[in-house]
């Protein structure tokens, strides 16, 4: 049996009047769903180009007053693939508009940039090329992602 696809991503945000218009800056647009669930959050919803879902979740229940670190069981990133280098290169374009700080593009053949909110305080990690940022794309303070390259603007 093969595996399926992908369907959606939720991560959770501390406060989601803070974190939804980054996102609809970030995904250049608004969401398809936004609405507070009987089973006690309110999310905003993206349908993402391949119609993957991309939703930001606040609970009732507030989270813990801590800063995200990749280190803690959970979520480490997402990851967002772009089509080809120009396409990345037009993503870093966009993540320099937003004021996303990001150690460019990795690598010659890789497609990726790793990126963070400013408001993420990220430690640096150490690795055989050199230092590195770890803490990756665009959560406000409990999560983030790497390779933030959604293909659609």
Partial sequence: MAFPALNHIAVTVRDIDISGPWYRNLLGGDPIVDEHTDAGFRHLVWLLPGRTLFGIHQHDRQAP????????????????????????????????????????????????????????????????????RTAPVVQRRRSARRAACPSSA
Avoid: M
Avoid at 75 to 87: K, M, S, T, W
Avoid at 96 to 120: C, D, K, P, T
């Fill in 65 to 132: 007053d801590e800063k995200f670190s990749e280190y803690r069981v959970g979520l480490d990133h997402v990851g967002f693939g772009c089509a080809n280098r120009a396409e990345l290169e037009d993503w870093v374009t966009r993540l320099n508009e937003l004021g996303v700080e990001h150690g460019g593009i990795i690598g010659a053949s890789r497609r990726q940039i790793h990126a963070r909110r400013r408001a993420v305080s990220a430690p640096s990690r150490k690795t055989r090329e050199g230092p590195r």
